[in-house]
């Protein structure tokens, strides 16, 4: 069967209706497919077989839709993260060894690192910094200009574990933090680095686009600067946009809309589901938080203006992968 990977552009009031990027992938593995912080690229990760077998295939796609590049890359895909410039960064393992590798924005590796010897957890990447967390503690900066290491920060991390998120710089890195306790641990490349949030419920989900806040999978808002808020339930998903102003909650059968700020939020949409729709699988917010876009439990993917809280169109994913936007609003 055919794996078949398609980006759908969305201009008010509807999808259109075919795709920009559409390739028929053959014998390929779809892996995952990541957005940017500032919602400026998304980046498709694919695995090969056959003659592709152990490289990994490397799509970026604009925010208008159309294809920056597609480049085959030696190694079997660990971790991955894109920037706003279309440069990717990979861990993969090949030929025994475990490398960093950054992609250019045409697609050429930039520069390669060995990693062998160290516990990669996971990695995140900004436009000046290149992350990798490693082992229990640790946190590299490495300059993506030339792939030199410019800062190991040792942070009061118990474990730190994913997901791994980033400033659109890449100044600052975000994670959780804990093995019980899913604390968000925000760490800087100047070693600057601090440990937030109220235990259990504090588990990084989504970040604004400068890491000063983070949406948590269970209910809660936190701030770099140490400021927590409580938004909705315990088992409430909070979506933060990439500007940092508005966050979503999605749950009883419609998504909640909130401007947000360090002292409280104020609601400021309730947009009920489509006909037909219920639960949510994945979501994500637009930059100023006008439209969200819903993976719904029939894997149909909902777009909604939640500033005028209207449904406005959809269209199946027969994948269930998790849709990312790429919007300026």
């Known amino acids: 069967m055919a794996l078949v990977v398609k980006s759908f552009v969305f201009e008010d009031p509807s999808f259109h209706d075919s795709p920009t990027v559409e390739n ?71 030929n025994s060894t475990e490398k960093l590798k950054l992609l250019s924005a045409t697609g050429e590796i930039k520069w390669t690192i060995d990693v062998s010897g160290l516990t990669v957890r996971g990695i995140a990447l900004g436009t000046d910094y290149a992350i990798a967390f490693v082992g229990d503690k640790n946190v590299r900066f490495y300059s993506t200009a030339d792939g030199s290491l410019v800062n190991e920060v040792v942070t009061n991390a118990i474990r730190l574990r994913g997901p791994f998120l980033c400033s659109y710089d890449g100044y600052w890195g975000v994670c959780n933090g804990d093995t019980m ?46 400021e927590n808020m409580e938004l909705g339930d315990s088992d409430d998903r909070v979506w933060v946009a990439p500007s940092g102003d508005y966050a979503m909650l999605v749950r009883n059968q419609q998504i909640e809309l909130y401007s947000i700020w360090k002292t409280g939020y104020a609601l400021v949409s309730t947009t009920p589901f489509a006909d037909g729709q219920s639960g949510c699988i994945w979501a994500d917010l637009s930059f100023y938080g006008k439209y969200a876009l819903i993976l719904h439990n029939t894997n149909d993917v909902c777009v909604y203006d939640l500033k005028n809280a209207t449904y406005k169109d959809k269209l199946h994913n027969p994948l269930g992968s998790r849709p990312v936007i790429v919007c300026a609003d």
């Open 181 to 226: 306790e899913e604390t968000a641990v925000f760490v800087s490349a100047d070693g600057s680095h601090v440990r937030w949030g109220p235990g259990e419920r504090a588990g990084p989900h989504t970040t604004d686009a400068y890491a000063s806040l983070v949406g948590t999978a269970q209910g809660y808002i936190i701030f770099r600067s140490g």
């Open 24 to 94: 028929d992938e053959g014998t390929r593995q779809f892996v995952d497919q990541i957005r940017s912080p500032m919602q400026k690229k998304i980046a498709v990760i694919m695995k090969g077989s056959g003659a592709e077998l152990g490289k990994t295939i490397v799509k970026v796609i604009r925010n208008d839709g159309t294809e920056q590049y597609e480049v085959l890359v030696d190694g079997d895909p660990q971790h991955w993260s894109v920037n706003d410039y279309g440069e990717v960064l990979l861990h993969v393992t090949e």
